[in-house]
């Protein structure tokens, strides 16, 4: 019969893989969630730790009622899957227990540029390697996509989630499609500590028209839109609105 110190190792262990490789263990950000979530209320349980899983349990609910893959699917659609984005969110959980260590951990003076990426993103494209140049190599890669920033200070994360659609492209004489991964792919979305997810959300330019298609200057307009971007969106608006056809569009 294993001891409960042996259990806890195994345990452990599992976790780091778990979140290096999240497709190994799930198919999707709900599937993520019971199983780091599981596991999490095992090792708290294993040592006595009620109060501070009852304490994460507050933080997690925090996403809502459809769990922490919620609010991603609202906003990138259900059929982008989160399941490395989901293992993130419980990465950082289980580092502040004491159970994830991390590569990385920022000091004060190497976290003050991550406390200004709404300037810094602004409304343009950026790739996981201009990330890594600017901050220095993550604390914590979960998959493939999510780059994880730790402060010393035992703060909260900011995250990088790059995507990569992979392109579907017959290859003839193959009788297969080709696709492939892009080894420096754009970042979706930054997320950083704030008081709710969507305020906590930046999207880079990719990531807005992935949310609201091309058009989403027109409904969406940035701090930066220009005095004449802003009148012509504007009429686009009023154009729409006086169209029936458009009355049930989605914003």
């Not at 409960?4 to 599992?14: A, I, N, P, V």
């Not at 990330?131 to 604390?139: R, T």
């Not at 003839?172 to 704030?194: H, M, N, T, W, Y």
């Not at 940035?222 to 004449?228: H, L, R």
């Amino acid at each position: 019969m294993r001891s409960s110190e042996d259990l806890k190792r195994r345990w452990l262990t599992e976790a780091r893989q778990v979140f290096a490789r999240p497709g190994m263990y799930a198919r999707s950000g709900p599937e993520m969630e019971s199983v780091a979530g599981e596991r999490l209320g095992d090792l708290c349980y294993l040592d006595e730790r009620d109060d501070e899983y009852e304490q994460v349990r507050k933080f997690l609910r925090g996403f809502g009622k459809l769990g922490v893959h919620g609010p991603f699917a609202a906003v990138f659609d259900v059929e982008r899957r989160c399941t490395d984005e989901v293992a993130s969110v419980y990465a950082e959980v289980y580092h502040r227990l004491g159970y994830l260590p991390v590569e990385r951990l920022l000091t004060a003076e190497e976290w003050l540029p991550l406390t200004r990426l709404r300037e810094w993103v602004g409304v343009r494209d950026v790739r996981r390697g201009e990330v890594e140049a600017a901050f220095g190599a993550p604390s914590l890669l979960v998959g493939r996509r999510v780059l994880c920033y730790a402060p010393a200070d035992g703060g909260r994360w900011v995250f990088f989630d790059c995507w990569d659609e992979l392109p579907r492209r017959y290859a003839p004489g193959k009788g297969r499609f080709d696709g492939g991964f892009d080894p420096d792919p754009l970042v979706r979305d930054i997320r950083v500590p704030a008081t709710d997810f969507e305020e906590g959300l930046l999207l880079t330019l990719y990531g807005r028209v992935l949310r609201w298609g091309p058009g989403w200057w027109i409904d969406h307009p940035s701090d930066s839109q220009t005095a004449e971007h802003a009148a012509f969106a504007a009429q686009l608006r009023q154009i729409e609105s006086a169209d029936p056809s458009q009355g049930n569009r989605r914003h």
